[in-house]
């Protein structure tokens, strides 16, 4: 009986499917085609020269005994590569290399030799598409060390700290990290990407926002060429995709994306995605992706409190050699409580004032310069307001502010409230000494007095006090 290509290719994946995993099988040789059968030499045609170099890379062993097998010692195995897929004016382009060799050509408008055994057309345009040659597209910036820790965002840092030290072998994959504007999704992101590379640098490690993604993707619909896409990007070792709320718009991507994902976390890859909500508030996007999203770890970045605003600042002045009084550091951490984008923001706007101005930097231009960042309150603060606030914070019942009672709770919720109202309403100290059962305006000054101390002696008495400035900020807003 007298073989033929397809016969002798069916009876050799017989053989591979049942050593190959399934997803494995469906991605590296289903879509392959046997072509051609001359004496012992079978022909199959492979869609792309990364499918080519893939194959040599991780199956030749196994591609080689199956057909040895079927064909005898003597058999030897060719590759068809489609160089182009043609349209209907044209017919296909294709290249014949032998299995286990590697032929080179020069393209003479690139100027760089290209290698036949290249993955596909690399989409951020990168001559020589080894692995090694791919460009992570990171910022050297974005490091752990520039990262500050605070409780805003220590979940996710040390996280990310674990990932980059043992990328794909941790229970953190994917790792999602999610928060507001301006938090540091990117930076945290990217200090990943960026410690892998020095920790593990024979990993591929890629950078892609969500935006540059689809955009490639699009591009490469349109040659014909998703399957050179989807290949490429299952060719890394480390993949960060940022803000993947956008895909919420790309359908199509996201059918890309999944197969991405199925391949690279089978393999033991890892993926580090960001986003600016949850994965379960990301509408738009498959469940099937979301489900998969959710298989890792979900950390969120928070608004940073007054005490890491203060280090972040410290560390940005220390880095850049600059030089500022701790009255105007505590005031733009005290007055910039938004995000890190915009505390940084502020201080770069007063570092240009001072320099164009010729002038020391000083709490006068600090408080001309942060009227640009900070909204005046449009709604008027009373002491009722804070009062509210205070004991809904320290869960103390309204009735025990006002009355004479000496229990320590009472008395420190009375004293802060006392603290508050003289900061944000314009009452007279006998007004504000009113509204608390009567007392005189001398409690009100001790009170003053004595929160100020306290600030300044207990850590965790001064967070509660700032937490309940911001908070009391944000009600005037």
């Not at 591929?204 to 689809?214: A, H, M, R």
């Not at 738009?284 to 940073?304: H, I, K, M, N």
């Not at 770069?348 to 310069?369: F, G, P, T, Y």
Request: net charge neutral; glycine share 4%; charged share 25%.
């Amino acid at each position: 009986m007298t073989k033929t290509c397809d016969k002798v290719w069916d009876t050799c994946l017989s053989i591979i499917k049942d050593i190959v995993e399934w997803q494995h099988f469906k991605t590296w040789f289903e879509p392959i085609t046997p072509v051609d059968l001359k004496e012992n030499v079978l022909t199959i045609q492979v869609p792309s020269q990364f499918f080519y170099e893939y194959l040599e890379e991780h199956y030749i062993g196994l591609l080689g005994k199956t057909l040895k097998r079927e064909l005898g010692k003597e058999a030897r195995l060719e590759y068809r590569i489609m160089m182009d897929s043609g349209n209907q004016a044209s017919k296909p382009i294709t290249m014949d290399v032998p299995a286990q060799g590697y032929k080179t050509y020069t393209n003479n408008e690139m100027d760089f030799p290209l290698v036949i055994n290249n993955p596909v057309k690399n989409p951020f345009v990168i001559p020589g598409l080894k692995k090694v040659q791919i460009d992570s597209q990171l910022n050297p910036v974005y490091t752990f060390d520039a990262f500050i820790e605070g409780d805003c965002n220590r979940v996710a840092r040390r996280a990310g700290k674990t990932v980059a030290e043992k990328p794909g072998a941790t229970s953190f994959n994917p790792l999602v990290i999610y928060g507001g504007v301006g938090l540091g999704k990117t930076h945290l992101a990217q200090s990943i990407g960026n410690e892998v590379k020095h920790t593990h640098p024979g990993k591929v490690v890629l950078y892609v926002s969500s935006e540059k993604f689809i955009n490639q993707f699009m591009d490469h619909s349109r040659n014909n060429a998703v399957n050179d896409f989807i290949h490429f990007y299952q060719l890394i070792d480390v993949l960060i995709i940022d803000d993947v709320q956008f895909f919420s718009r790309a359908e199509k991507t996201q059918d890309a994306f999944f197969a991405i994902f199925n391949h690279l976390h089978q393999s033991g890859k890892q993926l580090i995605l960001t986003s600016d909500k949850p994965p379960k508030d990301l509408d738009g996007v498959q469940e099937r992706l979301l489900s998969r999203f959710r298989w890792g770890l979900s950390a969120d970045l928070q608004v940073p409190d007054y005490e890491t605003r203060i280090e972040i600042l410290e560390r940005k002045m220390k880095n850049d050699g600059l030089d500022m009084s701790k009255e105007v550091v505590k005031y733009l951490a005290y007055n910039i409580s938004s995000n890190v984008r915009e505390l940084e923001g502020a201080l770069i706007s007063l570092l240009a004032q001072s320099s164009l101005n010729k002038r020391e930097i000083d709490l006068e231009l600090a408080k001309k310069v942060l009227r640009n960042f900070v909204k005046t309150s449009s709604k008027e603060i009373t002491i009722e307001t804070i009062q509210k606030m205070v004991c809904d914070f320290f869960n103390v019942p309204y009735d025990k502010l006002l009355e004479k009672t000496r229990k320590r709770e009472v008395v420190q919720a009375r004293q802060i409230t006392m603290y508050l109202a003289k900061m944000f309403t314009k009452n007279s100290l006998k007004t504000i000494g009113e509204h608390f059962g009567g007392r005189d305006h001398t409690t009100v000054i001790h009170s003053f007095q004595t929160v100020k101390d306290l600030m300044d002696t207990d850590l965790l008495y001064r967070e509660s006090v700032m937490e309940l400035q911001q908070k009391i900020q944000l009600a005037a807003m």
